[in-house]
């Protein structure tokens, strides 16, 4: 399950199947069901997965469709090779936004948060 870092950022340490599908369906299902405001920034943490399948690849496009609607940034960090090279494979590199790490990741959302002065 997504940890709430902050009020309004989540981070998802994701791994292998079965775990990757039942966390992303959870992550649609949280954002889909949270008034806009009320939705979280997310982070998802690759770390750990080794593999993602079409099924993977259609619930991250799905999160992010319910994220964009919602006015929310997602995240994928530290992303193995394999995973990288499917996304890349599949035009998916072009789609989403991507760090290095998840403390990169929580360091730009909330930078791109501060209101200007």
């Not at 760090?99 to 990741?105: E, I, K, S, V």
Request: hydrophobic share 45%.
């Amino acid at each position: 399950m997504a940890t709430d870092w902050s009020d309004d950022i989540a981070i998802a340490d994701l791994a292998d199947e079965p775990a990757l599908s039942e966390e992303l369906s959870q992550l649609i299902d949280r954002v889909g069901q949270t008034e806009a405001a009320q939705a979280p920034h997310v982070v998802l943490n690759f770390g750990q997965v080794n593999h993602v399948h079409s099924s993977n690849l259609a619930q991250l496009l799905r999160l992010r469709s319910r994220m964009n609607e919602r006015g929310k940034r997602l995240l994928l960090c530290s992303l193995t090779e394999d995973v990288w090279q499917v996304l890349k494979i599949t035009g998916l590199d072009k789609v989403f936004r991507f760090a290095p790490d998840p403390m990169t990741a929580l360091a730009t959302l909330q930078l791109e948060q501060e209101p200007e002065k």
